[in-house]
């Protein structure tokens, strides 16, 4: 119960000096909070040297094509109280920048780097930011980007096999597999 | 620098910069020409099929199959089948499945590294034909479309046994005189080449010779 009501007044202390915002409980050990793009470096620190969240587990980014921004995901894990806290910053799609994190951890510019070829966003700063990750030589838009059609960008680039049959799932379980069943119902 | 003997034609080793271009041959691959005499033949292919050195480059899932072949159970020795560090000293080039673009580069790297005879064999139904990443921006659908393929054990994953099945059916073909990759290789090898060059798009390697 103290666990909580600590956690609670982290949570408040927060709002209040970083604004930070849609503080949500998605279960027992694992929240989510949203912060802004210029606060967010600021606050992560805060968080790893003042509030015990001493270990980066991930940080990825989510493509919100529909409502035009990023949301860069820091996982970051607190190993006496044993619980995850989320932070989300939403960041712009066009010229995606962020600011870099490898000054806090120093495997965050593995990540960087990966979230540079894949979704095109830059990190300034970031070490060896510019250099190839997993793509080499890539000359399209950066494949993880949501307009990126994977599947007709596949089909002009790689020679194709004939023979191989596509079935609907869906179908194929209602005709094939369980033919008896019939229907939805 | 090493002039080539084919004054036929020569590679262009355009991905090279002009120091790196003394430091190659352009040299076209050559084919294998099997001894005049049959007999002489038949031997050399008995021979070579009864010391398959396998190269260990892991390039896809199915290299976790290839480790379980050498212990105690599956005991791939009985069989000449040895684990080579190098391509220099390998026979046989198992493609453990899946392979991006970027391993793609290493494999045919290695492949051409790889001292004549050789053998390769497409382990998994990615390099068949994509398998599960048929549509993925990063991994080739067939791979013998990049180099080329003796045998395929097909599966996902295929167990031990079934690869210990196929490296007994290289043998066969092998002692048959059946592999000819290399040679299909040296015939199309303008072919292969430009394959390879339009998907690995950062070609900073010589064309052929290392």
Request: net charge negative; with cysteine; hydrophobic share 35%.
């Amino acid at each position: 119960m103290t666990e909580q009501n600590a956690s609670k007044t982290m949570l408040e202390r927060l709002t209040r000096e970083f604004q930070v915002s849609d503080i949500k409980q998605r279960k027992p050990g694992l929240t989510t909070i949203s912060v802004a793009k210029d606060m967010a470096e600021t606050l992560i620190r805060e968080l790893r040297d003042r509030e015990g969240y001493t270990h980066l587990n991930f940080m990825t980014a989510i493509d919100y094509i529909e409502r035009g921004y990023f949301t860069i995901v820091y996982m970051l894990h607190n190993y006496d109280t044993r619980s995850t806290l989320s932070v989300h910053v939403n960041i712009d799609r066009v010229n995606a920048s962020m600011t870099s994190i490898h000054t806090l951890w120093a495997q965050a510019w593995t990540y960087q780097r990966e979230l540079r070829e894949l979704w095109g966003i830059d990190f300034p700063g970031s070490p060896r930011i510019e250099e190839d990750f997993c793509l080499e030589g890539w000359d399209e838009i950066p494949p993880m980007r949501r307009e990126f059609d994977t599947v007709e960008y596949c089909e002009r680039t790689f020679e194709s096999r004939d023979g191989r049959e596509t079935v609907d799932p869906r179908e194929h379980m209602h005709e094939v597999i369980f033919p008896q069943r019939g229907g939805d119902n | 620098m090493i002039k080539s003997l084919n004054t036929e034609s020569t590679l262009e080793n355009a991905g090279l910069s002009a120091e790196e271009q003394d430091l190659f041959s352009n040299a076209r691959p050559k084919a294998y020409e099997p001894y005049p005499i049959e007999a002489v033949e038949n031997f050399a292919n008995w021979c070579r099929a009864n010391s398959l050195w396998i190269l260990a480059f892991g390039t896809g899932c199915g290299a976790i199959e290839l480790r379980p072949l050498m212990t105690a159970r599956f005991d791939a020795n009985r069989f000449g089948i040895a684990g080579r560090p190098t391509p220099r000293q390998s026979s046989v080039f198992i493609i453990g499945g899946y392979s991006s673009v970027k391993t793609l580069k290493r494999i045919v790297r290695s492949y051409e590294q790889m001292q004549g005879p050789k053998f390769v064999i497409a382990l998994g139904i990615c390099p068949v034909n994509g398998g599960m990443y048929w549509d993925s921006y990063n991994t080739i659908k067939r791979l013998d479309q990049y180099i080329p393929v003796d045998l395929y054990i097909t599966g996902c994953m295929p167990r031990p046994e079934v690869l210990v099945g196929g490296l007994v059916e290289l043998k066969k073909m092998i002692k048959e005189g059946r592999c000819d990759g290399a040679n299909r290789y040296v015939e199309k090898f303008d072919w292969y080449k430009a394959n390879q060059k339009r998907v690995i798009k950062n070609w900073n390697m010589p064309d052929y010779n290392w």
